[in-house]
């Protein structure tokens, strides 16, 4: 690995460390200034409007701009960010719509950052496949570890001590990483071209990732996938508290249950990708999420509770590894960043009808309803999308890939044209 991949990774691990702190912290947060289940859906959606919003336009904006210093400006803003719901939580006027305000803009920083990150990457380390799936298995391992494991528990604990104390520990995170981040090597990334307004740079890529069957269906499955984990999230820590009977610092430890498993997951994601093959291990660990989101609402006591995270975190972690991974080695650098977006922007615009309906089913019917339809939307991905993303698909995608890259390949000396097609 280059040296600038360990900064990377240590900027990446003390930032998910003070997520995992803010994961834990903000959802108790929420549920001490009201029980509402929509009010709590509220808090839970306005993280992921910004991908909504301006997801695909923010992916044209990373490929105009520097990829290190849109990351770090990203850390630094939020660190400053925090700072005002930790002043009002010092000084007891913390309220629904400052946290949601809050988790808006966090969200907004973390649609540059993570859009940048992923385009910053496959530069660092030449779109070289191997080493990409290291290098995610290692930062994917760190940030489970960081931000599930550890976080959550110190999250709870922090909250202990005062409102404001998780949320400073988070801007503390966000400073460091900032710091870490300015100090990466730069990278000459592609420039694009031809000579198009952002609108039509942005339907470029979004254009890419559509017309694509491969591409298409590894950003249908986090799509899916958020509308359901964001039904589960948005109660979980009510369903925990009511029918689970977990108090504050259990809450913590059910998270870093899943974490666990996510560490594992990421872990393995390497090994299990070269025994059944990239396409067929993700419908695997699709197909285990869906069966542990069963299992979780089904669970009698917070000991399976726990199992059944431990189980859908493995599947998670080795899906946030192999999926990006492909992603990286296939996709042209001078598109990295739009598509990257636009495969997250349906992901996390997905998320606030997650969160929605988790509030409604349990307001409306029982707080274990959200949990048994999120198990079934699992499923039902896993069966529609395990063709477009077979192993034939993965195979022929990286074949297409390795020839561009080889020299005197007409895309090899420079970009196309970003008005280009996508692969069928």
Do not use: K
């Amino acid at each position: 690995m280059p040296t600038g991949f360990g900064r990377l990774w240590t900027a990446q691990t003390v930032s998910s460390f003070g997520d995992g702190v803010t994961h834990a912290a903000l959802p108790l947060l929420a549920l001490a200034l009201t029980r509402d289940p929509m009010a709590l859906a509220v808090v839970t959606a306005a993280g992921t409007l910004p991908w909504l919003l301006l997801g695909v336009l923010g992916g044209a904006l990373v490929d105009r701009w520097d990829r290190r210093r849109t990351m770090w400006i990203a850390d630094a803003a939020r660190a400053v960010l925090l700072a005002i719901p930790a002043a009002a939580a010092a000084l007891d006027v913390l309220n629904i719509p400052l946290l949601a305000a809050v988790a808006f803009l966090l969200g907004l920083g973390g649609l540059f950052f993570d859009t940048a990150a992923t385009a910053y990457l496959p530069d660092l380390l030449g779109r070289d496949p191997a080493l990409l799936a290291r290098a995610n298995s290692r930062l994917r391992g760190a940030q489970t570890a960081m931000s599930g494991f550890a976080g959550p528990p110190a999250g709870s604990a922090l909250l202990a001590l005062g409102r404001a104390v998780p949320l400073l520990a988070d801007a503390v995170s966000f400073a460091l990483s900032a710091l870490l981040v300015r100090s990466l090597p730069a990278v000459p990334r592609p420039v694009p071209q031809a000579r198009e307004s952002l609108l039509q740079q942005a339907r470029a890529g979004a254009s890419y990732v559509f017309r694509d069957r491969l591409l298409l269906g590894l950003a249908l499955r986090p799509a899916v996938g958020n509308v359901a984990f964001l039904a589960v999230e948005t109660v979980l820590a009510l369903f925990a508290h009511d029918r689970l009977g977990i108090d504050t610092f259990g809450y913590g430890l059910l998270l870093t249950a899943e974490a666990t498993g996510g560490l594992l997951g990421a872990g393995i994601a390497s090994s299990l990708g070269r025994r059944l093959g990239t396409g067929a291990a993700l419908t695997c660990t699709a197909a285990v999420e869906g069966l542990a989101v069963l299992g979780l609402a089904a669970a009698p006591n917070p000991y399976v509770a726990g199992l059944a995270l431990a189980v859908c975190g493995a599947g998670m972690g080795a899906t946030m590894v192999l999926a990006p991974s492909l992603r990286q080695a296939i996709v042209p650098p001078h598109l990295m960043g739009r598509v990257a977006s636009t495969s997250r922007m349906l992901a996390m615009c997905a998320a606030p009808f997650g969160a929605f309906l988790g509030g409604w089913l349990a307001g409306t019917y029982d707080v274990r309803t959200p949990l048994y339809t999120a198990g079934g939307l699992l499923l039902a991905m896993t069966a529609v999308t395990a063709t477009m993303t077979s192993n034939r698909r993965v195979e022929a995608a990286l074949r297409g890939a390795a020839s561009t890259d080889r020299p005197g390949h007409p895309d090899s000396e420079g970009p196309v044209q970003d008005g280009a097609s996508a692969p069928s």
